[in-house]
Each structure stands twice: as C-alpha cells, then as structure tokens.
C-alpha cells in the first residue's frame, strides 16, 4: 500500500467518523465546528485524487466561507433557547428512516452489483489531469472566456447594488 492509498483511507475515516460525529451532537455550534473538520477531510480526499482547484474551493468556500455564515447565523439565532426546532415528530422520524433504507441500499447495490470499473474511463491521465488547477485555468480563460467574464460582471452588479442599497440605508 503506497502513501497515496494510506492517506485516502485516513481521509475517508476522519469524514465518516466527522460526519457521525457532526449528526449526533445536539449543540449545533459543536456540530458546524465537525462540519468543519469535515470539509477539511474531503479537501484531503480531492488532493490524494489529483483534484487540488477542488480541494483549495472546498477549503476557501466550505470551509471558509460558508462556515463563518453557519455560525454567525446559530449563534445569532441562539439555537439553546428554541428546543422546539429540534424536536422530531414521529412522521418525521419514519420519513428520515425509510429516506436512510434507501441510501442504504443504494450503497449496498454500489459496492456489490456496479463492479469496480463501472464507471472508469478509457483515458484515465486525461481524467487525472482534468482536477489540476492549470488545466482549469487553461479551460476556463480559453474556451470559457466569455462566461467567465459574464460572472464577473453580475458579481459586480451585484457588489455596487449592495452597496447602493446599504448607502441608502444609512443616509
């Protein structure tokens, strides 16, 4: 077993156990902070998998990003005081296990019926190569100049609305 295989087996680990471990606790503040942890284990699964633009989005967005805003938002809304939002309902309860039931047995079809090369490609370095940053950035200011460009001016539509909005706001 080489490094490569090691390591994709810690990462994978540390997710499952992160992920059980994020579902379980009943303090949401605790369960964002696994989520975190979480995240960072997938960007250690996409690395050993060659995809390292994945990996840095994962940490800079999921990780980043959308983490700080689950947290502002739990610790705004003080999820301690609102017991009544994690109460389950038994129809939600057998809703959550027949969706379970499924997922599983998704799962068991996946790893005992779909064969392990199911889903491989022909051209396995053209796959390997297709996570890299430098051949995202080659796509991306190449073949998808003009969407790209198209992003980044909604994008600062959207920033001068926002600030157009907040000026107005505090005037």
């Known amino acids: 077993m080489n490094l490569e295989v ?13 992920a059980v471990l994020m579902i379980t606790r009943r303090n949401p503040v605790i369960s964002a902070l696994f989520l975190i942890l979480n995240f960072a284990a997938l960007a250690g699964l996409y690395i050993t998998l060659n995809a390292q633009f994945i ?49 599983f047995v998704q799962l068991v079809y996946m790893i ?10 022909q051209d396995v370095s053209k796959s390997v190569e297709a996570g890299t940053i430098e051949s995202i950035g080659r796509e991306l200011f190449t073949n998808y100049i003009v969407p790209f460009e198209a992003a980044g001016f909604l ?15 505090f005037d």
Do not use: C, H, W
């Open 55 to 103: 990996a840095v989005t994962q940490i800079i967005v999921y990780a980043g990003a959308i983490m700080i805003l689950f947290l502002f938002v739990l610790m705004l809304l003080r999820p301690d005081n609102q017991k009544k939002l994690f109460e389950l309902n038994p129809k939600t309860k057998i809703f959550a296990m027949i969706i379970a039931f499924v997922v």
């Open 6 to 18: 090691f390591l994709f087996f810690v990462f994978g680990i540390i997710a499952a156990v992160t």
């Open 112 to 121: 005992f019926f779909a064969g392990p090369s199911a889903n491989i490609t």
């Open 155 to 169: 994008l600062l539509a959207a920033t001068i609305g926002a600030l157009v909005l907040a000026k107005k706001k």
